[in-house]
């Protein structure tokens, strides 16, 4: 049977950033590998991914990275050593993710910024459309994942999806901030969107959170998209020229989602899961 090219059935995470905020941990460990309770960052992603029907999961990297790969790969040692004991189930999940799922890795070699990151995954992704995880925002919701909500979003609309959440007016330079007209509730058609602007220019307080859904015609935009903020490529610049095209959709999720690239919101996650752990 041919493949369905409009179904999202690869998730592109972007994992080559440094952690600096998270010096010295992440010195010899990745940003991505520093645990909330007990399971890595991008383990809460790709575990997100999977629950929104995804199973191929395509991962951006750097030097310094493997760590990533081996935990998304069989320890036969620790296999040998935990089989038949009361500690087996600590590898039920992981054990379940590397079962379901296809990893693919390639190198980002250079620092570009997002959007950088993201066209560099092309190679891995091809001609369909994708989704796009950012594992330092952690997300939860107690029904839908909020990937799973814009999968539907995007079955309906057919266009980029990105997610994005009201955030205190003076934050907006740590965000892409969007601007757009309702669609319907909760849904906004994007008209305008800027990478972190200072709070006086910025268009509203809605912020672009780590989740996107992009159709792939974005390679081919990031390709021509010249160095934004920071002297980086954006991805919210790319985004921005579908934008005037009518065809990014915003949405205020439903669920939470906690800042893991801060201390704040790590420590916040943390005792987040940690409670809800209890039950
Ligand atoms: C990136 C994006 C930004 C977005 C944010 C969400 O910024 O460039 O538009 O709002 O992720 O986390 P970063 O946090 O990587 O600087």
Do not use: W
Request: hydrophobic residues 35%; contains cysteine.
């Amino acid at each position: 049977m041919p493949k369905d090219r409009t179904k999202i059935s690869k998730c592109l995470f972007p994992a080559a950033g440094y952690g600096t905020r998270f010096l010295p941990a992440t010195k010899a460990i990745p940003k991505e590998m520093l645990p909330v309770l007990t399971k890595p960052l991008l383990q809460y992603g790709v575990e997100e991914a999977i629950s929104a029907g995804i199973d191929t999961m395509a991962i951006v990297t750097g030097r310094g990275k493997r760590a990533i790969e081996d935990h998304f790969d069989i320890s036969y040692e620790l296999e040998h050593q935990i089989k038949g004991t009361s500690k087996e189930h600590y590898l039920t999940e992981i054990r379940a993710v590397i079962t379901r799922c296809t990893f693919s890795y390639t190198r980002q070699i250079e620092m570009k910024g997002l959007g950088h990151a993201i066209l560099c995954g092309e190679t891995l992704i091809g001609d369909e459309p994708f989704a796009v995880i950012l594992a330092d925002d952690l997300c939860d919701n107690n029904i839908d994942s909020v990937l799973t909500q814009m999968v539907k979003l995007y079955e309906k609309y057919r266009c980029s999806i990105i997610a994005v959440e009201e955030i205190p007016p003076e934050d907006s330079n740590k965000y892409g901030i969007i601007a757009g007209n309702m669609e319907e509730d909760g849904v906004i058609r994007v008209a305008n969107m800027v990478e972190k602007p200072d709070p006086k220019n910025a268009p509203s307080n809605l912020a672009i959170i780590g989740r996107y859904i992009l159709t792939p015609d974005i390679f081919d935009i990031l390709r021509e998209t010249k160095p934004g903020k920071g002297g980086e490529i954006q991805i919210t610049d790319a985004l921005l020229t579908q934008a005037k095209e009518g065809r990014v959709i915003a949405y205020k999720f439903q669920g939470k989602r906690f800042d893991c690239g801060s201390v704040d919101g790590f420590v916040e996650a943390t005792n987040y899961f940690y409670n809800k752990s209890k039950g």
